[in-house]
């Protein structure tokens, strides 16, 4: 079984910035890819930014240049520094993990989710 806990999240004002954690605990042998998703109201829940182990990174084109993933393979925590922040980008954000619980077993694990609304 594989925990995932986040924080950061808040109010926060237009053009201002917020970094989200999210850590992995529980059974885990490697982690592959750590991602954040965010669902706002009424829409599907999209993938914001991705990470993968070997260094690969990719965002949806609505953050790009504005947020930025990063990982601590160490402590199994992946990070969310997000920048210039727009009302568009008020939703609750999710971090998402997967990859091996032992050499066969494999896993994937979402987060609780932490709100993140960007208003004046």
């Known amino acids: 079984q594989v925990q995932l806990v986040e924080s950061g999240g808040g109010l926060v004002q237009p053009g201002g910035s917020l970094r989200l954690s999210c850590t992995a605990s529980?059974?885990?042998?490697?982690?592959?890819?750590m991602d954040w998703y965010r669902q706002a109201p009424g829409n599907q829940r999209e993938l914001v930014a991705h990470?993968?182990?070997?260094?690969?990174?990719n965002y949806t084109e609505s953050v790009k240049g504005r947020f930025t993933i990063s990982r601590d393979d160490a402590k199994n925590t992946v990070y969310l520094q997000m920048n210039s922040l727009k009302p568009e980008d008020t939703a609750v954000y999710y971090c998402?993990?997967?990859?091996?619980?032992?050499?066969?077993?494999?896993?994937?694990?979402w987060g609780q989710g932490t709100q993140v609304t960007v208003s004046s």
């Open positions: 529980g059974r885990i042998f490697s982690i592959r890819d």
């Open positions: 990470s993968r182990s070997a260094g690969v990174t």
């Open positions: 998402h993990a997967a990859g091996r619980s032992g050499l066969i077993s494999t896993f994937e694990a």
